[in-house]
């Protein structure tokens, strides 16, 4: 086998069993980690390391002089204490970048399942190892009595498919599949796969239109073709489901009749009970379109295979990277697979019981009891690496957590944002219904009604207070997608803000929505919308200057001003001074049929142009107090809808008093106002 160079931007990492006899030296800087947990990591050059120990008598020190002279260690490679996930001491190899190299040494990890070398196979890692791996966690959820979280019945608003795909052998050829789509039957229950994936972009599938049902295909699909006409992706699920023994997959595409709106509306309504009744959801998290595949010929192929001394093997790998093994802390979009900036994904998976993940270069399962993974590694968060129920605390997740997740993820058609969660709507709904002769919960464009008014008896400040944070440019979809105070209405990294309230300023008065159409899914898309707020308001001014400061914002500089500024009392409810503001995405300059200027959000340029002042207004929502930036006024900063007519939201907007943190609520509700937001 040839030498791999393991250059100054890889990583490697061991797994030292217990009764191994280590030096003195090895000995008290990994105790000593252990010791002072996750901070106090201990780094020391590679030589230095060497020389201080005792190479004859340490077994750690001999496995890295080893996995030095096999792959070729970079000099100044760093060594690094860690915590492993699994593992009672663990020793990394490190520097920066996050292509990396494992090397394990503990013998139990690699008796247990270990990758193929790379495979020219269109089936890739889909190894006997890997079989085995997807065999074993189904059959271990199952049949294990402790698994009872993972029993779901079919219980309350289960809306079954219309369609599944039956897979069969042709012929005397077991390897040869063919698809047919049959309708569903109640035998057919929790007998299915599911698949979750990304179809790729608009563009793609304009260039290449993959296989797909729809009045033309119908016919074809129902007499069945072979698996081999299949995308990709596709044909891969197939594979899996047949070395699982599952005779039926839902695939959406091939599922739901794409030029039938009536029956796609009926269909998507569905995901909840699709998902949460499968038996097993395959997740192709490495792929990238239909067309790409997710069974990876290269994934973890070891690329050193050695004994030493004492009794086990040397074994080097690629460091697994996704899915398990992301680390958060880096916030960088190259360390996600495709999957985890797509929309419809993500309720796919929170919806499903049992999830096996094809990430970049690991096969990683999870259900409601118990989480595993083939290449054995610790993770770098134990978070992710627990299972679901177990993060969740056995209770619902609160719906404010579920969006900074999902608002970044992008859409083939934009329409589809809010149908993409209409499936963990209808869940979130069942699971907090009210007692009997309570109002039912009211669905708002991706809110819930109760939560938009901010309350003292809740540490949160209403589901109305989010704020973009940048790390993706913020933007306004051409599309109509939901009302401007709805999240919903923006695509970036969006929070909600942390100002735990102790004045309450604003009341909604009414809240509503158009379906689209009129009589559609209440949980799905919307055509128009509107919030009305009494409150405090506040006029402002607003202009745009060009930024011209090397690495500035992504957007031309936009400033507000309060009208009144710092000065008179008696034309202000209390003396304010901007503290921050963050905008919702680009906006432009507008002028009325009366002349006056306004400004409204941007759908057609991807950054701000410069213009002067533009009248605007602030709805002051609540007062309180923030961990990290002591007391404010939390508002929203009004524009107008491009025809002038209704108020739109464009940015949150933090104040602070400049007399003291004395509210004169009197004083303020002086200033009430009632506006529309649409």
């Known amino acids: 086998m040839d030498h791999a160079q393991l250059g100054k931007d890889e990583l490697t990492w061991a797994l030292v069993q217990e009764e191994w006899p280590l030096c003195s030296d090895c000995d008290s800087r990994i105790q000593h980690f252990f010791v002072g947990g996750s901070s106090n990591r201990v780094t020391f050059e590679y030589d230095e390391f060497v020389e201080a120990c005792n190479v004859t008598e340490c077994a750690l020190c001999s496995a890295i002089i080893e996995a030095r002279d096999e792959l070729i260690l970079a000099e100044n490679t760093t060594l690094v204490a860690g915590q492993g996930a699994r593992s009672q001491r663990l020793i990394t190899i490190e520097t920066t970048s996050p292509s990396m190299l494992k090397i394990d040494i503990n013998r139990e990890f690699l008796d247990s399942y270990k990758f193929d070398i790379k495979s020219d196979d269109e089936h890739g890692n889909l190894t006997p ?84 049902l729809n009045a033309s295909t119908k016919d074809l699909l129902r007499a069945g073709i072979p698996a081999s006409r299949l995308p990709l992706t596709l044909r891969q699920a197939v594979a899996v489901c047949r070395q699982l023994d599952l005779e039926y997959i839902w695939i959406d595409a091939l599922c739901i009749i794409q030029d039938d709106p009536s029956d796609w509306m009926a269909e998507a309504k569905k995901m909840a009970t699709v998902y949460s009744m499968a038996k097993i959801t395959i997740i192709a998290t490495g792929a990238a379109s239909s067309y790409d595949g997710f069974l990876k010929s290269d994934v973890n192929s070891a690329w050193l295979d050695s004994p030493f001394v004492p009794p086990a093997r ?3 790998q690629r460091y697994c990277t ?39 270069d690991d096969v990683q399962w999870q259900c409601n009891t118990h989480s595993a993974c083939v290449c054995g590694q610790p993770s770098w968060n134990e978070e992710l690496y627990r299972p679901r129920d177990e993060r969740e605390s056995g209770k619902p997740p609160e719906w404010r957590d579920l969006m900074p997740h999902f608002s970044h ?62 790390f993706l440019n913020p933007s306004c979809y051409r599309d109509y997608v939901a009302p401007s105070f709805s999240w919903a209405s923006i ?63 992504w957007f031309t500089r936009i400033t507000i001003d309060l009208v009144a500024g710092d000065g008179d009392r008696a034309n202000m409810p209390q003396r304010l001074r901007i503290q921050n503001c963050y905008w919702d995405c680009p906006v432009s300059w507008g002028e009325s049929p009366k002349g006056d200027a306004f400004v409204h959000r941007s759908v057609t340029e991807p950054e701000t142009a410069s213009f002067g002042k533009a009248m605007a207004k602030i709805i002051v929502l609540l007062y309180g107090n923030h961990e990290d930036q002591g007391s404010r006024f939390v508002g929203l900063v009004l524009g107008r809808e491009p025809d002038g007519k209704r108020h739109q939201r464009l940015a949150l907007v933090m104040m ?23």
């Open 129 to 212: 190892e890997v079989v085995s791996f997807m065999k074993t966690q189904l059959s271990l959820c199952l049949s294990d009595p402790s698994h009872t979280k993972c029993r779901v019945d079919a219980g309350f608003g289960v809306e079954w498919p219309a369609r599944l795909l039956h897979i069969s052998s042709t012929g005397r050829d077991r390897e040869a599949l063919e698809v047919r789509l049959v309708n569903f039957q109640d035998p057919m229950m929790g007998s299915f796969a599911a698949l979750s994936y990304c179809w790729g972009s608009r563009e793609e599938h304009e260039r290449n239109t993959p296989l797909q």
């Open 322 to 360: 996704s899915g398990f093994h992301t680390n958060r802390r880096l916030h960088r979009p190259e360390s996600s697979d495709p999957i985890d900036s797509r929309g419809w994904t993500y309720q796919e998976e929170l919806l499903s019981t049992r999830l096996l993940r094809f990430t970049t």
């Open 314 to 316: 040397l074994v080097a």
């Open 409 to 470: 993820r992008s859409f083939t058609f934009a329409v589809d944002r809010l149908p993409a969660l209409a499936g963990l709507a209808r869940k979130y709904a069942h699971e907090h219904r009210p007692p009997p002769g309570k109002p039912d919960l009211v669905y708002v464009a991706g809110n819930w009604q109760h939560q938009l008014q901010p309350s003292t008896a809740s540490p949160h400040c209403g589901m109305l207070a989010w704020k973009s944070v940048h």
């Open 656 to 678: 602070e008093s400049l007399d003291g943190p004395v509210v004169d609520v009197e004083k303020l509700n002086q200033f009430n106002q009632v506006v529309m937001i649409a």
């Open 491 to 553: 695509q970036g990294y969006l929070i909600f803000d942390g100002t735990v309230p102790t004045v309450v300023l604003s009341e909604v008065l009414d809240v509503g929505t158009t379906l689209a159409p009129p009589r559609g899914d209440p949980f799905g898309r919307v055509s128009d919308g509107f919030v009305s707020l009494r409150g405090p308001v506040i006029p402002c001014h607003i202009a745009a200057v060009q930024n011209d400061e090397p690495g500035g914002k």
